[in-house]
Protein backbone atom coordinates (compact mmCIF):
# COMPACT_ATOMS: atom_id res chain seq x y z
CA UNK A 1 0.00 0.00 0.00
CA UNK A 2 1.41 3.30 -1.13
CA UNK A 3 0.26 5.54 1.17
CA UNK A 4 2.31 7.99 2.80
CA UNK A 5 4.57 5.95 4.23
CA UNK A 6 8.16 8.00 4.51
CA UNK A 7 6.27 10.84 3.79
CA UNK A 8 5.80 13.88 6.62
CA UNK A 9 1.77 14.51 6.68
CA UNK A 10 0.85 18.49 7.10
CA UNK A 11 -2.30 17.71 7.90
CA UNK A 12 -3.27 16.24 10.76
CA UNK A 13 -5.32 13.01 10.74
CA UNK A 14 -8.94 13.44 9.56
CA UNK A 15 -11.67 12.03 10.49
CA UNK A 16 -13.22 11.80 7.03
CA UNK A 17 -16.62 10.38 5.77
CA UNK A 18 -16.89 9.10 1.94
CA UNK A 19 -20.68 8.59 0.54
CA UNK A 20 -20.20 5.99 -1.99
CA UNK A 21 -18.83 2.85 -3.09
CA UNK A 22 -17.96 3.29 -6.57
CA UNK A 23 -13.96 3.59 -8.05
CA UNK A 24 -13.52 7.28 -6.56
CA UNK A 25 -15.01 6.25 -3.15
CA UNK A 26 -12.93 3.37 -2.47
CA UNK A 27 -9.93 4.74 -4.25
CA UNK A 28 -10.31 7.71 -2.03
CA UNK A 29 -10.62 5.47 1.01
CA UNK A 30 -7.82 3.47 0.46
CA UNK A 31 -5.38 6.57 -0.44
CA UNK A 32 -6.90 8.13 2.40
CA UNK A 33 -6.87 5.75 5.44
CA UNK A 34 -3.03 4.81 3.61
CA UNK A 35 -1.97 8.39 5.38
CA UNK A 36 -3.06 7.93 8.52
CA UNK A 37 -7.02 9.54 8.50
CA UNK A 38 -9.93 7.64 10.37
CA UNK A 39 -12.26 6.79 7.26
CA UNK A 40 -15.73 5.72 7.28
CA UNK A 41 -17.39 5.14 4.15
CA UNK A 42 -21.08 4.74 3.50
CA UNK A 43 -23.12 3.00 1.03
CA UNK A 44 -27.01 3.24 0.22
CA UNK A 45 -26.94 -0.84 -0.18
CA UNK A 46 -27.15 -3.47 2.51
CA UNK A 47 -24.10 -5.12 1.28
CA UNK A 48 -21.97 -2.69 -1.27
CA UNK A 49 -22.36 -3.46 -4.96
CA UNK A 50 -21.66 -2.10 -8.24
CA UNK A 51 -24.08 -0.98 -10.61
CA UNK A 52 -23.73 -1.14 -14.53
CA UNK A 53 -21.44 -3.11 -16.70
CA UNK A 54 -18.47 -3.03 -18.58
CA UNK A 55 -15.76 0.21 -18.61
CA UNK A 56 -12.31 1.05 -19.93
CA UNK A 57 -9.61 1.64 -17.77
CA UNK A 58 -7.22 3.98 -19.50
CA UNK A 59 -3.43 4.46 -18.84
CA UNK A 60 -4.46 7.11 -16.18
CA UNK A 61 -6.92 5.06 -14.21
CA UNK A 62 -4.14 2.00 -14.38
CA UNK A 63 -1.37 4.65 -13.02
CA UNK A 64 -3.82 4.90 -9.58
CA UNK A 65 -4.57 1.36 -9.86
CA UNK A 66 -0.40 0.60 -9.89
CA UNK A 67 0.40 2.80 -6.61
CA UNK A 68 -2.42 1.53 -4.91
CA UNK A 69 -0.34 -2.02 -5.68
CA UNK A 70 -3.81 -3.25 -7.59
CA UNK A 71 -2.99 -2.95 -10.84
CA UNK A 72 -2.04 -6.17 -11.47
CA UNK A 73 -5.22 -7.66 -10.09
CA UNK A 74 -7.42 -5.66 -12.33
CA UNK A 75 -5.40 -6.82 -14.96
CA UNK A 76 -5.90 -10.18 -13.86
CA UNK A 77 -9.77 -9.61 -14.01
CA UNK A 78 -9.97 -8.04 -17.19
CA UNK A 79 -8.98 -8.09 -20.32
CA UNK A 80 -5.92 -6.09 -22.13
CA UNK A 81 -7.23 -3.40 -25.03
CA UNK A 82 -4.93 -2.60 -28.07
CA UNK A 83 -7.25 -0.89 -30.67
CA UNK A 84 -10.75 0.84 -30.88
CA UNK A 85 -12.21 0.29 -34.37
CA UNK A 86 -15.48 1.79 -35.56
CA UNK A 87 -17.07 0.92 -38.44
CA UNK A 88 -20.38 2.38 -40.32
CA UNK A 89 -21.49 0.86 -43.52
CA UNK A 90 -18.63 -1.82 -44.34
CA UNK A 91 -15.78 2.01 -43.86
CA UNK A 92 -13.15 1.96 -41.02
CA UNK A 93 -14.51 5.44 -39.26
CA UNK A 94 -12.41 4.73 -35.96
CA UNK A 95 -9.33 3.42 -35.54
CA UNK A 96 -7.23 4.18 -32.57
CA UNK A 97 -4.13 1.98 -31.18
CA UNK A 98 -2.60 2.72 -27.87
CA UNK A 99 0.58 1.26 -29.84
CA UNK A 100 0.83 4.85 -31.18
CA UNK A 101 1.83 6.59 -28.36
CA UNK A 102 5.66 5.90 -26.72
CA UNK A 103 6.13 3.82 -23.93
CA UNK A 104 4.20 0.72 -23.12
CA UNK A 105 0.84 1.32 -23.40
CA UNK A 106 -2.93 -0.39 -23.39
CA UNK A 107 -6.35 -0.21 -21.90
CA UNK A 108 -8.27 -2.51 -19.85
CA UNK A 109 -11.60 -4.00 -20.17
CA UNK A 110 -12.94 -4.71 -17.30
CA UNK A 111 -17.06 -5.39 -15.86
CA UNK A 112 -17.90 -3.12 -13.11
CA UNK A 113 -18.08 -5.51 -11.05
CA UNK A 114 -14.87 -6.67 -11.66
CA UNK A 115 -13.21 -3.50 -10.33
CA UNK A 116 -15.26 -3.19 -7.89
CA UNK A 117 -14.08 -6.44 -5.90
CA UNK A 118 -10.35 -5.67 -6.70
CA UNK A 119 -11.12 -2.14 -4.57
CA UNK A 120 -13.38 -3.64 -2.27
CA UNK A 121 -11.75 -6.46 -1.21
CA UNK A 122 -8.73 -4.07 -0.86
CA UNK A 123 -10.77 -2.22 1.43
CA UNK A 124 -11.97 -5.08 3.75
CA UNK A 125 -8.26 -6.28 3.93
CA UNK A 126 -7.24 -2.87 5.35
CA UNK A 127 -10.00 -2.86 8.02
CA UNK A 128 -11.89 0.53 6.41
CA UNK A 129 -15.19 1.03 8.35
CA UNK A 130 -17.84 0.28 5.80
CA UNK A 131 -21.44 1.62 7.01
CA UNK A 132 -24.71 -0.02 4.47
CA UNK A 133 -27.48 0.57 3.79
CA UNK A 134 -27.33 3.96 4.41
CA UNK A 135 -29.11 5.99 2.05
CA UNK A 136 -27.33 9.89 1.98
CA UNK A 137 -30.05 12.48 1.30
CA UNK A 138 -27.71 15.15 1.97
CA UNK A 139 -25.21 17.21 4.15
CA UNK A 140 -24.74 20.12 7.10
CA UNK A 141 -22.32 21.65 8.72
CA UNK A 142 -21.46 21.73 11.86
CA UNK A 143 -19.19 24.42 13.12
CA UNK A 144 -16.36 23.57 11.08
CA UNK A 145 -17.35 20.33 10.64
CA UNK A 146 -19.69 18.29 8.43
CA UNK A 147 -22.05 15.93 8.64
CA UNK A 148 -24.17 13.52 6.41
CA UNK A 149 -27.89 12.92 6.42
CA UNK A 150 -29.44 10.04 6.02
CA UNK A 151 -32.36 8.08 5.40
CA UNK A 152 -31.99 6.69 9.38
CA UNK A 153 -30.57 9.88 10.58
CA UNK A 154 -27.91 12.07 10.72
CA UNK A 155 -24.30 11.40 11.15
CA UNK A 156 -21.71 12.32 14.03
CA UNK A 157 -19.72 14.88 12.39
CA UNK A 158 -16.66 14.83 10.44
CA UNK A 159 -13.79 16.78 9.36
CA UNK A 160 -14.32 16.43 5.50
CA UNK A 161 -16.94 14.87 3.68
CA UNK A 162 -16.08 12.92 0.42
CA UNK A 163 -19.30 13.08 -2.34
CA UNK A 164 -18.09 9.97 -4.67
CA UNK A 165 -22.28 9.36 -5.19
CA UNK A 166 -21.94 9.92 -9.02
CA UNK A 167 -23.59 11.56 -11.65
CA UNK A 168 -27.41 11.81 -9.62
CA UNK A 169 -25.87 12.76 -6.05
CA UNK A 170 -28.29 14.25 -4.06
CA UNK A 171 -25.38 16.69 -2.85
CA UNK A 172 -24.99 18.08 -6.37
CA UNK A 173 -27.89 20.02 -8.65
CA UNK A 174 -29.11 17.81 -11.01
CA UNK A 175 -27.02 18.11 -14.68
CA UNK A 176 -28.48 18.34 -18.01
CA UNK A 177 -29.69 14.90 -19.10
CA UNK A 178 -28.00 13.63 -22.25
CA UNK A 179 -30.76 12.51 -25.47
CA UNK A 180 -28.97 9.67 -25.57
CA UNK A 181 -28.11 6.56 -23.26
CA UNK A 182 -27.38 2.91 -23.72
CA UNK A 183 -29.01 -0.58 -22.96
CA UNK A 184 -25.78 -3.04 -21.53
CA UNK A 185 -25.35 -6.32 -21.09
CA UNK A 186 -23.42 -9.03 -20.17
CA UNK A 187 -22.70 -11.87 -22.43
CA UNK A 188 -20.52 -15.09 -22.58
CA UNK A 189 -17.39 -13.98 -25.19
CA UNK A 190 -17.61 -15.28 -28.56
CA UNK A 191 -15.32 -16.60 -31.52
CA UNK A 192 -15.20 -13.79 -34.51
CA UNK A 193 -14.36 -10.28 -32.23
CA UNK A 194 -10.93 -9.46 -31.99
CA UNK A 195 -10.54 -10.26 -27.79
CA UNK A 196 -7.51 -7.02 -27.64
CA UNK A 197 -10.02 -4.14 -29.15
CA UNK A 198 -13.16 -2.33 -28.53
CA UNK A 199 -15.08 -2.83 -31.55
CA UNK A 200 -18.41 -1.00 -33.15
CA UNK A 201 -20.95 -0.71 -35.51
CA UNK A 202 -22.26 2.87 -36.18
CA UNK A 203 -25.27 3.86 -38.56
CA UNK A 204 -25.24 7.48 -38.36
CA UNK A 205 -25.03 8.80 -34.91
CA UNK A 206 -28.19 7.74 -33.74
CA UNK A 207 -27.36 3.58 -33.58
CA UNK A 208 -24.33 2.02 -32.05
CA UNK A 209 -24.01 -1.00 -31.06
CA UNK A 210 -20.49 -1.97 -29.40
CA UNK A 211 -18.83 -5.23 -28.02
CA UNK A 212 -16.13 -4.64 -25.40
CA UNK A 213 -14.13 -8.02 -23.86
CA UNK A 214 -13.82 -7.56 -20.13
CA UNK A 215 -12.65 -10.67 -18.92
CA UNK A 216 -13.95 -12.47 -15.79
CA UNK A 217 -16.82 -11.66 -13.82
CA UNK A 218 -17.49 -12.74 -10.22
CA UNK A 219 -19.64 -15.43 -10.32
CA UNK A 220 -19.72 -16.38 -13.75
CA UNK A 221 -17.81 -18.94 -15.99
CA UNK A 222 -14.96 -17.92 -18.67
CA UNK A 223 -14.05 -14.90 -20.57
CA UNK A 224 -16.99 -12.82 -21.04
CA UNK A 225 -17.94 -9.59 -22.72
CA UNK A 226 -20.31 -6.05 -22.54
CA UNK A 227 -22.33 -6.30 -25.05
CA UNK A 228 -23.87 -2.27 -25.52
CA UNK A 229 -26.49 -0.70 -27.57
CA UNK A 230 -26.77 2.91 -27.88
CA UNK A 231 -30.49 4.47 -27.38
CA UNK A 232 -32.59 7.47 -26.73
CA UNK A 233 -33.98 7.58 -23.24
CA UNK A 234 -37.33 8.62 -24.32
CA UNK A 235 -37.42 5.51 -26.49
CA UNK A 236 -36.96 3.57 -23.86
CA UNK A 237 -40.53 2.48 -22.87
CA UNK A 238 -41.18 1.97 -26.83
CA UNK A 239 -38.62 -0.43 -26.40
CA UNK A 240 -39.95 -2.40 -23.88
CA UNK A 241 -43.04 -2.68 -25.37
CA UNK A 242 -41.70 -4.13 -29.13
CA UNK A 243 -39.89 -6.79 -26.84
CA UNK A 244 -36.84 -8.48 -26.79
CA UNK A 245 -37.07 -10.20 -30.08
CA UNK A 246 -37.28 -7.00 -32.09
CA UNK A 247 -34.51 -5.63 -30.25
CA UNK A 248 -32.02 -8.57 -31.22
CA UNK A 249 -33.19 -8.18 -34.84
CA UNK A 250 -32.25 -4.75 -35.33
CA UNK A 251 -29.14 -5.48 -33.78
CA UNK A 252 -28.35 -8.40 -36.00
CA UNK A 253 -29.47 -6.33 -38.43
CA UNK A 254 -26.92 -4.05 -38.02
CA UNK A 255 -23.98 -6.00 -36.76
CA UNK A 256 -25.00 -10.17 -38.28
CA UNK A 257 -21.72 -11.43 -35.96
CA UNK A 258 -23.38 -10.36 -33.03
CA UNK A 259 -25.87 -12.78 -33.61
CA UNK A 260 -24.10 -15.67 -30.81
CA UNK A 261 -24.03 -12.76 -28.15
CA UNK A 262 -27.79 -11.89 -28.59
CA UNK A 263 -29.03 -15.57 -28.46
CA UNK A 264 -27.56 -15.19 -24.86
CA UNK A 265 -30.13 -12.44 -23.84
CA UNK A 266 -33.89 -14.57 -23.32
CA UNK A 267 -35.22 -11.49 -21.52
CA UNK A 268 -35.12 -7.49 -21.01
CA UNK A 269 -33.86 -7.67 -17.10
CA UNK A 270 -30.55 -9.05 -18.40
CA UNK A 271 -30.10 -5.83 -19.59
CA UNK A 272 -30.15 -2.42 -18.03
CA UNK A 273 -30.11 0.78 -19.05
CA UNK A 274 -27.60 3.41 -18.31
CA UNK A 275 -28.75 7.46 -18.30
CA UNK A 276 -26.03 10.11 -18.89
CA UNK A 277 -25.71 13.83 -17.83
CA UNK A 278 -23.33 16.31 -18.50
CA UNK A 279 -22.28 18.89 -15.40
CA UNK A 280 -19.59 20.02 -14.35
CA UNK A 281 -19.25 21.89 -11.03
CA UNK A 282 -18.09 25.18 -10.79
CA UNK A 283 -17.61 25.41 -7.16
CA UNK A 284 -16.39 20.99 -6.31
CA UNK A 285 -15.66 22.47 -2.95
CA UNK A 286 -17.96 23.76 0.21
CA UNK A 287 -16.53 23.92 3.81
CA UNK A 288 -15.39 20.33 5.03
CA UNK A 289 -16.92 19.39 1.73
CA UNK A 290 -15.60 18.00 -1.69
CA UNK A 291 -17.15 16.33 -4.91
CA UNK A 292 -15.31 13.76 -6.69
CA UNK A 293 -15.98 11.96 -9.84
CA UNK A 294 -18.73 12.21 -11.54
CA UNK A 295 -20.58 14.08 -8.51
CA UNK A 296 -18.03 16.75 -9.79
CA UNK A 297 -17.98 15.87 -13.39
CA UNK A 298 -20.30 14.27 -15.64
CA UNK A 299 -20.22 13.54 -19.28
CA UNK A 300 -21.32 10.90 -21.85
CA UNK A 301 -18.88 7.85 -21.77
CA UNK A 302 -18.15 8.71 -25.75
CA UNK A 303 -14.19 9.05 -24.48
CA UNK A 304 -14.77 6.54 -21.63
CA UNK A 305 -12.91 8.88 -19.02
CA UNK A 306 -15.39 8.34 -16.20
CA UNK A 307 -13.91 5.81 -13.98
CA UNK A 308 -10.94 7.15 -14.94
CA UNK A 309 -11.22 10.51 -13.75
CA UNK A 310 -12.47 9.42 -10.99
CA UNK A 311 -9.33 7.81 -10.04
CA UNK A 312 -7.62 10.91 -10.57
CA UNK A 313 -9.25 12.88 -8.61
CA UNK A 314 -8.87 10.13 -5.60
CA UNK A 315 -5.10 10.15 -6.13
CA UNK A 316 -5.06 14.13 -6.38
CA UNK A 317 -7.25 14.71 -2.84
CA UNK A 318 -4.82 12.25 -1.34
CA UNK A 319 -1.75 13.90 -2.73
CA UNK A 320 -2.96 17.65 -2.07
CA UNK A 321 -3.80 16.59 1.72
CA UNK A 322 -0.25 15.40 1.98
CA UNK A 323 0.75 18.79 1.46
CA UNK A 324 -1.37 21.22 3.11
CA UNK A 325 -1.42 22.36 5.89
CA UNK A 326 -5.59 22.92 6.41
CA UNK A 327 -7.94 20.66 4.81
CA UNK A 328 -9.41 24.01 3.25
CA UNK A 329 -5.94 24.31 1.64
CA UNK A 330 -5.69 20.97 0.58
CA UNK A 331 -9.45 20.98 -1.18
CA UNK A 332 -8.44 23.69 -2.78
CA UNK A 333 -4.82 22.64 -4.41
CA UNK A 334 -7.14 19.13 -5.12
CA UNK A 335 -9.24 21.58 -7.90
CA UNK A 336 -5.95 23.35 -8.76
CA UNK A 337 -4.48 20.39 -9.66
CA UNK A 338 -7.31 18.46 -11.58
CA UNK A 339 -9.51 21.67 -13.20
CA UNK A 340 -7.60 21.88 -15.98
CA UNK A 341 -7.63 18.70 -17.16
CA UNK A 342 -11.19 17.97 -16.37
CA UNK A 343 -12.34 21.35 -18.25
CA UNK A 344 -10.69 20.14 -21.38
CA UNK A 345 -12.24 16.55 -21.41
CA UNK A 346 -15.37 17.71 -20.83
CA UNK A 347 -15.01 19.95 -23.82
CA UNK A 348 -13.57 17.62 -25.47
CA UNK A 349 -16.85 14.86 -24.71
CA UNK A 350 -19.25 17.77 -25.25
CA UNK A 351 -17.90 18.38 -29.03
CA UNK A 352 -17.57 14.97 -30.20
CA UNK A 353 -20.64 13.52 -28.18
CA UNK A 354 -23.03 14.58 -31.00
CA UNK A 355 -20.52 13.13 -33.97
CA UNK A 356 -22.03 9.58 -32.20
CA UNK A 357 -24.41 9.85 -30.30
CA UNK A 358 -27.37 11.98 -31.55
CA UNK A 359 -30.27 12.49 -34.48
CA UNK A 360 -28.40 14.65 -36.87
CA UNK A 361 -26.76 13.74 -40.34
CA UNK A 362 -24.60 16.23 -41.47
CA UNK A 363 -21.78 15.71 -38.48
CA UNK A 364 -22.04 11.60 -39.21
CA UNK A 365 -21.94 12.34 -42.51
CA UNK A 366 -18.58 13.89 -42.53
CA UNK A 367 -17.00 11.59 -39.86
CA UNK A 368 -17.65 8.40 -41.92
CA UNK A 369 -15.61 10.04 -44.89
CA UNK A 370 -13.54 12.32 -43.04
CA UNK A 371 -12.73 10.18 -39.87
CA UNK A 372 -10.94 7.04 -41.13
CA UNK A 373 -8.75 8.16 -43.60
CA UNK A 374 -7.21 10.71 -41.20
CA UNK A 375 -7.18 8.66 -38.63
CA UNK A 376 -3.88 6.94 -40.63
CA UNK A 377 -2.52 10.38 -41.48
CA UNK A 378 0.47 11.73 -39.26
CA UNK A 379 0.25 13.03 -35.98
CA UNK A 380 -3.45 11.89 -36.03
CA UNK A 381 -2.84 8.08 -34.79
CA UNK A 382 -0.87 9.72 -32.24
CA UNK A 383 -3.22 12.74 -31.00
CA UNK A 384 -6.37 9.91 -30.91
CA UNK A 385 -4.67 7.51 -28.59
CA UNK A 386 -3.45 9.94 -26.75
CA UNK A 387 -7.35 11.51 -26.35
CA UNK A 388 -8.36 8.49 -25.65
CA UNK A 389 -5.65 7.36 -23.06
CA UNK A 390 -6.52 10.40 -21.30
CA UNK A 391 -3.01 12.22 -21.21
CA UNK A 392 -3.96 14.60 -23.08
CA UNK A 393 -3.14 17.66 -20.96
CA UNK A 394 -0.11 15.18 -19.28
CA UNK A 395 -1.97 14.71 -15.77
CA UNK A 396 0.18 11.74 -14.76
CA UNK A 397 3.03 14.32 -14.98
CA UNK A 398 0.77 17.06 -12.89
CA UNK A 399 -0.34 14.35 -10.58
CA UNK A 400 3.21 13.02 -9.64
CA UNK A 401 2.28 9.48 -11.76
CA UNK A 402 4.24 9.92 -14.60
Not at 199 to 204: D, F, I, V
Request: net charge positive; hydrophobic share 45%.
Amino acid sequence: MPGAAGLKQAVRPCSIAIAGCGPAGLAAALLLHGDGHAVTLFDRFDAPRPVGSGLLLQPTGLAVLDRLGLAGAAAARGARVDRLVGEANGRVVLDVWYKALKGEHFGVGIHRAGLFTVLHDAVLARGIEIRTGCPVEGSERDGTRRRLRCAGGTTQAFDLVVDALGARSPLVPAGRGLAYGALWASVGWQPGFDPHALQQRYRRASVMAGVLPVGSIPGSDGAQAALFWSMRADRLDAWRDAGIEAWKREVAALWPATAPLLDQITSPDQLSFARYAHRTLRRPVEPALIHLGDAWHSTSPQLGQGANMALLDAWALAKALRAANTVEAGLARTVALRRGHIRLYQAMSALLTPVYQSDGRVVPFVRDRVMGPMSRLWPVPRLQAATVSGLIGRPLERLGLG
